[in-house]
C-alpha cells in the first residue's frame, strides 16, 4: 500500500509542473486528526482551477479499529467572481484504497463496526467552497464534497478471520468473501491553509 501512495504523491507533486497560477495547500482540520491531505491547484481560466489531491491515514488501529486509506482526487472549480477569489463549486473523480472499519453514527456519537473492510474504490461527486487571499502569497479554502463512492472489498472480523459469506441482496451459490457497494458519502471537509508558489503574471509585469 505504501509503494501505491508514493506513486500517487508523485502523480500529484507533477500536476504542480503545469504553467498556471498555483498554489500548494495543506488541510489543517484533517491534520488535527493526524490525516494528511496536500493538494495542487492552479488556474486554467479566468473563473477556473483545477485541483489535485492526496487525502493519506497513517493509522492502522484507533482502539482496535481499523483506519488506514489513501485517496487521490483530481477536481475541476468554476469560481463565480475570479480564480482563487470567493465562491465555487466543482466537480471531482478519485480512487481510494482502504483499510477500514466504516464509521457510523449511533446515539448522536461517531463509532465503528466491530470489523474491517479492505479494499479499493472509485468516486465521482461534487463539492462546493470559499477561498480568501488575505496576504500577497496567501490564501485559506473552506469546502464540503459529496460523492457516488462504488468499492470492491473483503470483510474481516477484528480478529483477522475473513468473512465468508457477507450480506448481500441475492447470495452467491457458493461462499464467496468478495463484496461490494454504492453509496453516497461524503468524500471531503475541511479548511486548507494555501501559498502561491508560481504566478505566470509576476514575469510578465518585469
Known amino acids: 500500500m505504501k509503494r501505491r501512495l508514493l506513486v500517487l504523491v508523485l502523480l500529484t507533486l507533477a500536476v504542480s509542473a503545469v504553467r498556471g497560477q498555483t498554489y500548494v495547500k495543506l488541510n489543517g482540520l484533517y491534520a488535527l486528526a493526524g490525516i494528511v491531505n496536500p493538494s495542487v491547484e492552479f488556474?486554467?481560466?479566468?473563473?477556473?482551477?483545477?485541483?489535485?489531491?492526496?487525502?493519506?491515514?497513517?493509522?492502522?488501529?484507533?482502539?482496535?479499529?481499523?483506519?488506514?486509506?489513501?485517496?487521490?482526487?483530481?477536481?475541476?472549480?468554476?469560481?463565480?467572481?475570479?480564480?482563487?477569489?470567493?465562491?465555487?463549486?466543482?466537480?471531482?473523480?478519485?480512487?481510494?484504497?482502504?483499510?477500514?472499519?466504516?464509521?457510523?453514527?449511533?446515539?448522536?456519537?461517531?463509532?465503528?463496526?466491530?470489523?474491517?473492510?479492505?479494499?479499493?474504490?472509485?468516486?465521482?461527486?461534487?463539492?462546493?467552497?470559499?477561498?480568501?487571499?488575505?496576504?500577497?502569497?496567501?490564501?485559506?479554502?473552506?469546502?464540503?464534497?459529496?460523492?457516488?463512492?462504488?468499492?470492491?472489498?473483503?470483510g474481516y472480523s477484528l480478529e483477522g478471520v475473513i468473512d465468508m459469506e457477507p450480506h448481500r441482496p441475492h447470495p452467491p451459490r457458493y461462499p464467496d468473501p468478495y463484496n461490494k457497494s454504492a453509496e453516497w458519502y461524503p468524500n471531503k471537509i475541511g479548511v486548507s491553509i494555501g501559498y502561491l508558489i508560481f504566478n505566470p503574471e509576476r514575469g510578465k509585469r518585469r
Open 43 to 154: 488556474t486554467v481560466s479566468p473563473r477556473g482551477a483545477f485541483q489535485s489531491e492526496l487525502v493519506y491515514s497513517p493509522w492502522k488501529s484507533i482502539n482496535g479499529h481499523h483506519f488506514q486509506f489513501g485517496i487521490l482526487m483530481g477536481e475541476y472549480r468554476r469560481y463565480f467572481r475570479a480564480h482563487q477569489e470567493g465562491w465555487y463549486l466543482g466537480a471531482n473523480l478519485g480512487m481510494m484504497m482502504f483499510d477500514i472499519s466504516k464509521p457510523e453514527i449511533r446515539d448522536w456519537k461517531l463509532q465503528f463496526e466491530n470489523r474491517y473492510s479492505k479494499g479499493n474504490g472509485l468516486m465521482i461527486g461534487f463539492c462546493g467552497g470559499y477561498e480568501h487571499r488575505f496576504a500577497e502569497r496567501w490564501l485559506v479554502d473552506a469546502f464540503l464534497g459529496w460523492s457516488w463512492m462504488h468499492s470492491w472489498y473483503n
